[in-house]
C-alpha cells in the first residue's frame, strides 16, 4: 500500500483558516484522483474534496466555497485550504485516493474549531 502522511491540523475559533497537506510515497501519485475525507466522532467518514489528474475538482455541498484542494505532483503533495472554518468542520481529516483503498488509511490530521 501507498504511505500517506496528513499535517497541517489544529485549533482555531470560528472563521479562522487552516492549510492542510498529505505528501504520498506512490510512484504514480500524478495519474491518481486524490481526495480529502473526514470523520467526526459517532459519524462515518465522508469524502470533503477531490482533485483529479487534470486538475478537476469536486467537493461536498457543506465545504463548496469555503474549501480549495489543490495538488503539487513534483512534491507528490494534496492540498486543502479550508477557510471560514465551522464547528461543524471539527473531524478527524485524511487524505486518500478516490476511489479510496483500505491499507492506505493512516492516522490523519486532527481539526478543531471552536471559541
Known amino acids: 500500500q501507498v504511505q500517506l502522511v496528513e499535517s497541517g491540523g489544529g485549533l482555531v475559533q470560528p472563521g479562522g483558516s487552516l492549510r492542510l497537506s498529505c505528501t504520498a510515497s506512490?510512484?504514480?501519485?500524478?495519474?491518481?484522483?486524490m481526495a480529502w475525507y473526514r470523520q467526526a466522532p459517532g459519524k462515518q467518514r465522508e469524502l470533503v474534496a477531490a482533485?483529479?489528474?487534470?486538475?478537476?475538482?469536486t467537493y461536498a455541498d457543506s465545504v463548496k466555497g469555503r474549501f480549495t484542494i489543490s495538488r503539487d505532483n513534483a512534491k507528490n503533495t494534496v492540498y486543502l485550504q479550508m477557510n471560514s472554518l465551522q464547528p461543524e468542520d471539527t473531524a478527524v481529516y485524511y487524505c486518500?485516493?478516490?476511489?479510496?483503498?483500505?491499507?492506505?488509511w493512516g492516522q490523519g490530521t486532527q481539526v478543531t474549531v471552536s471559541s
Open positions: 486518500n485516493r478516490d476511489p479510496p483503498l483500505a491499507p492506505n
Open positions: 506512490g510512484i504514480w501519485f500524478s495519474l491518481l484522483t
Open positions: 482533485i483529479t489528474q487534470s486538475r478537476q475538482t
